[in-house]
């Protein structure tokens, strides 16, 4: 009862509603006109439920097992109440699973809530390139940054395409003078672009439907402003799946 304040709000669930143990905290809560005694039992009649601010009235029914003795039917109820009481304030206080990830960030639903933005490489680890770079220097970036991609990039910074191990291979197989070319003449006009904020699961079923392993990252629709690259390695990584 120690830990009982003012303005607190105190929950308790008992079958009988007459356990001895409740009394003193009854009387304690009745005494103080801030404490908000919630009731929840199955006896109407009951001291628990006669002075609860507010009052659940439980079903009464037959306890499982032998002799009927053992709380478990019982307790059933009561946990589907909780959950009940649980889901309803979290829809009056708008919790949502941004909310959900921050209290719970170790667990395995937090985990599929991970955001593209929690996984994506941002700053210098994103693959810019300049669309008027030639071939050759394209080449050699693709393979310094590991990634299979790279994101190019108009004078004003806007993202104007994207270029991929694939699609040098495909031009290589169709011309011998690949030097002279620039990015823009090869690249793939358009990427395919996400927002931040959608979930890394979102953004791997987009990859497999698609079939590529890597996308542009944007925020606010502006989608010509690259600000993350996220590979499906990086997904992968977080044993998203």
């Known amino acids: 009862m120690g830990q009982i304040t003012s303005n607190d709000i105190v929950i308790l669930l008992s079958l009988s509603g007459e356990s001895s143990e409740l009394k003193n905290i009854i009387q304690y809560t009745s005494r103080n006109k801030n404490i908000k005694l919630i009731g929840i039992t199955s006896k109407k009649d009951s001291l628990l439920y006669k002075n609860s601010n507010v009052k659940f009235l439980l079903p009464t029914v037959k306890e499982a097992g032998p002799g009927s003795y053992v709380p478990t039917s019982s307790t059933t109820v009561q946990l589907a109440l909780g959950d009940a009481i649980a889901i309803t304030c979290m829809q009056y206080k708008k919790f949502g699973k941004i909310d959900f990830k921050r209290f719970h960030p170790s667990g395995s639903l937090s985990i599929k809530l991970k955001t593209v933005e929690d996984l994506m490489l941002v700053g210098k680890k994103i693959p810019f390139v300049n669309e008027k770079l030639r071939m050759k220097a394209a080449l050699k970036n693709i393979e310094k940054r590991n990634l299979g991609t790279l ?78 690259f996220i590979h499906i390695h990086n997904i992968l990584d977080a044993n998203i799946n």
Do not use: W, Y
């Open 151 to 228: 994101v190019v990039l108009n004078n004003k910074k806007f993202t104007t395409g994207i270029l991929t191990d694939g699609d040098l291979k495909r031009v290589t197989n169709l011309t011998t003078n690949l030097n002279s070319l620039k990015i823009k003449e090869v690249m793939k006009k358009n990427p395919i672009s996400v927002d931040k904020n959608i979930l890394a699961v979102e953004a791997l079923s987009i990859m497999n439907t698609k079939k590529i392993t890597s996308l542009c990252v944007h925020q606010n629709n502006k989608k010509n402003k690259t600000i993350g």
